[in-house]
């Protein structure tokens, strides 16, 4: 699992209440990514960071905010929460050499 | 936009055959294509990649195939067993200038019959 831990596992809330998932590696990595996943879509990039303070925009980036505060924590934040969220988010981190990402288990997310 | 396209979409195989797996993308800088299994309740596990500058890809029973000129790549499983049975998503990206944002494509099903 490449040292990645998600936080929570499951979580289930109302519309309109602010979410906020956690992404925690133990190996360093510079990059780390938001992903979510729907199906007939695959996965879909939200946000990345490429260092800590350092991030980006994905392809569905509206509704939600990142933060990197630390090498090794990467924050998905939904500010008020939508059905349309409903999904399960996986957190990668990318080995800087080679260029592999890693993806962790995963939070399934319902918005009720 | 659907920057890579991925078929079909479901696939059943019988134990010991050939599993194949397609998908086209349209970004011609993509420079590095690879290949994740999915099984149910966990994350995508990277199965095997390739950058453009090869024809093909061999990892055990798994080989990629890229034609650069048509902007396709597949994926063929080789002696296929039942514990290949998962989602198979093949992506795309294109290097460090925007970060290696992995472009997906939608995924295969692909289930192998005993």
């Known amino acids: 699992d490449a040292g990645i831990t998600q936080s929570p596992r499951h979580k289930v809330t109302e519309t309109g209440t602010p979410v906020t998932l956690r992404c925690h590696q133990t190996?360093?990595?510079?990059?780390m990514y938001w992903y979510r996943q729907d199906p007939g879509h695959g996965l879909r990039l939200i946000h990345y960071s490429y260092g800590v303070k350092d991030t980006d925009k994905g392809e569905v980036s509206d509704g939600y905010s990142v933060s990197r505060s630390k090498t090794e924590d990467f924050l998905l934040t939904l500010e008020s929460a939508t059905s349309s969220q409903t999904s399960v988010y996986f957190c990668?981190?990318?080995?800087?050499?080679?260029?592999?990402?890693?993806f962790g288990p995963g939070t399934r997310l319902t918005v009720t | 936009q659907q920057q890579v396209k991925q078929s079909p979409q479901s696939l059943i195989v019988q134990k010991g055959g050939i599993s194949i797996i397609n998908c086209a993308y349209e970004n011609t800088a993509f420079d590095y294509f690879p290949w994740y299994q999915q099984f149910p309740g966990k994350g995508p596990a990277l199965l095997i990649a390739?950058?453009?500058?090869?024809s093909e890809k061999k990892e055990g029973r798994f080989t990629i195939s890229f034609n650069k000129s048509a902007k396709q790549f597949s994926l063929h499983i080789m002696d296929s067993q039942p514990g290949d049975s998962a989602t198979y998503f093949c992506a795309a990206s294109r290097g460090e200038t925007s970060g290696s944002r992995l472009t997906f494509g939608e995924g295969t099903q692909l289930t192998v019959n005993p």
């Open positions: 190996e360093n990595h510079r990059y």
């Open positions: 390739i950058r453009p500058d090869v």
């Open positions: 990668a981190i990318r080995e800087t050499t080679g260029g592999e990402q890693y």
